[in-house]
């Protein structure tokens, strides 16, 4: 178990937010592993693909009761996997359902505070980003082995770091 520094308070985060974290931590004192950070990806895809079909299904059947008109809403399919990032990341537990299977949470390095919804998205467009491309994906990856804190480039950018709970 992780000390937290005498007289640490987060000054009302509980109060403030109601995640269930009241004790958190500034990101010093505890960082996540750059594996534990894979396996979370690994479980994120297959939540996504379960997310993205429910949602092809909604879209499908919106299709046919507004005689076609609800199939221009597929062009946000692409876009799914940002948003359940977006969705599950910016609510009130701080990480996507394999970020929680693996006990990660994304906060603000400086006062270990929620993330809104926006920052969210636009760290999970970057993280998309980044994977897209070996070289990208390897300059992020590499990033985060050279800092001591195991945030990546895409965090760093964004101002974001992903903790133990």
């Not at 178990?1 to 958190?24: C, H, I, K, Q, V």
């Not at 479980?43 to 005689?67: E, K, N, P, S």
């Amino acid at each position: 178990m992780l000390n937290t520094p005498p007289g640490y308070d987060p000054a009302g985060y509980a109060e403030r937010y109601g995640t269930g974290f009241p004790n958190a931590l500034p990101v010093p004192f505890v960082r996540a592993s750059l594996g534990a950070r894979f396996v979370a990806y690994l479980l994120d895809i297959l939540f996504i693909l379960g997310f993205t079909a429910l949602l092809t299904l909604a879209i499908t059947v919106l299709g046919v009761l507004t005689f076609g008109l609800g199939w221009t809403l597929f062009a946000i399919l692409p876009a799914s996997g940002i948003l359940y990032s977006a969705v599950t990341v910016g609510g009130a537990a701080q990480s996507t359902w394999g970020m929680r299977m693996m006990g990660l949470r994304v906060v603000t390095p400086a006062s270990g505070l929620r993330v809104d919804f926006l920052t969210a998205a636009i760290h999970a467009l970057l993280f998309y980003v980044a994977i897209s491309t070996f070289l990208l994906w390897f300059v992020d990856i590499l990033f985060g082995l050279m800092r001591s804190d195991r945030r990546l480039g895409h965090d760093v950018l964004v101002g974001l770091a992903v903790v133990r709970v």
